[in-house]
């Protein structure tokens, strides 16, 4: 390695623990076009440029955001846009302590000779890609590569695929003067056990990390975003807050090597409440002593009632942003083991 690759590696070091530092998380917001609208079909928002932009300007502006949020990760569109008085999203997270960032990868694609699996894309022209975003105010960087549970899934080719770009894509990163994030996630989606779960996102990281290793990925200049070790949507057996917690600390502690600087946990579609519950269980003072610091990078479980609340109604804007913050603290809270109940005082947790 060179003077050049040795000083920026001491910069994205520092980035990296400053994006899981003070307790706090970042705030996935990164939603590609197609599953915002997605989410705006199911409340009657019309899907539109302006609407989307409205929404994402609600959640940049939110009072007090940076007390619990570490970073923001954006969509190619998003971060190119300001708010209606003319600040840039970048500028405006910046005044409030909150790391801007980029998702990178391009979309999930079916696997050709696998039709139920999906490989992600997006290093064609990612060196260029990285290269403008950095001049936009990016400085970390996400891909997201999908693992769906079945009969003979994942397959050893889907992981290796997946495990090749992710590695790619954290190389290019690091070279480009970003910190990435790389986040292989097992869906929840299916009737599997959660020791199917376990067994397979412990091969999925392990697949990584070797990966990973093979291009010289700096451990410390990265975080890794896994799915929580969970029974299948439809498993007739829900395990405890202390058996998921059991169960993912095992699976992390066998697979993640001690020098990566952080974990951030994606939510994968549990519910606010439970995604809060079960970061706070394994962070409990009882729990045992880790290597990383556990965090959560959090899409659905931040967001999904304040978009409930905004609903695309400009008068709902201060309670929608009140509920974002107030949902930052509990996973704030969640990560010093200091989560309860008693920290939802709208909802009663499912
Ligand atoms: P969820 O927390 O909704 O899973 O989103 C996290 C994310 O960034 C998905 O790529």
């Not at 060179?2 to 400053?18: C, H, I, P, R, Y």
């Not at 994402?56 to 846009?81: C, F, K, M, N, W």
Request: some cysteine; proline content about 5%; aromatic content about 6%.
């Amino acid at each position: 390695m060179g003077t050049f690759v040795t000083t920026t590696t001491t910069t994205l070091t520092d980035t990296a623990k400053e994006l899981v530092a003070g307790g706090k998380g970042l705030l996935a917001m990164d939603e590609s076009t197609k599953t915002c609208n997605k989410r705006f079909a199911v409340l009657g928002i019309p899907q539109t440029v302006e609407f989307r932009r409205d929404y994402r300007e609600l959640l940049v502006t939110t009072p007090g955001l940076g007390e619990s949020i570490s970073g923001a990760i954006l969509y190619d569109e998003t971060i190119r846009q300001s708010t209606t008085s003319g600040k840039s999203f970048v500028s405006v997270l910046n005044q409030a302590g909150i790391i801007p960032g980029i998702k990178v990868d391009t979309g999930t694609v079916e696997m050709v000779g696998h039709p139920a699996e999906r490989v992600t894309n997006g290093l064609d022209g990612l060196r260029e890609r990285l290269a403008e975003y950095t001049s936009l105010g990016a400085r970390f960087a996400k891909w997201r590569a999908a693992f769906s549970i079945g009969d003979g899934r994942p397959s050893r080719a889907c992981i290796e695929a997946n495990a090749s770009s992710l590695a790619r894509y954290a190389a290019l990163c690091q070279e480009m003067g970003f910190v990435p994030i790389v986040e292989p996630e097992v869906l929840m989606t299916g009737s599997h056990s959660m020791q199917r779960c376990h067994d397979v996102t412990e091969e999925v990281l392990y697949r990584v990390f070797v990966a990973l290793n093979d291009h010289d990925v700096a451990l410390d200049a990265m975080l890794l975003k896994p799915n929580m070790v969970l029974p299948g949507l439809s498993c007739p057996t829900q395990e405890s807050l202390d058996e998921v917690a059991k169960a993912t600390l095992h699976c992390l502690m066998g697979t993640v090597p001690d020098d990566v600087a952080g974990i951030a946990f994606l939510s994968g579609g549990q519910s606010p409440e439970l995604a809060s519950a079960r970061l706070n269980a394994m962070n409990l003072p009882t729990s045992e002593a880790l290597p990383w610091p556990l965090a959560f990078s959090f899409g659905r479980a931040l967001q999904q009632p304040t978009l409930d609340i905004w609903h695309g109604d400009e008068s709902n804007v201060i309670g929608a942003q009140l509920e974002l913050a107030q949902r930052a603290r509990c996973n704030w809270a969640a990560r010093q083991g200091e989560y309860s109940e008693a920290l939802e005082p709208l909802r009663t947790p499912s």
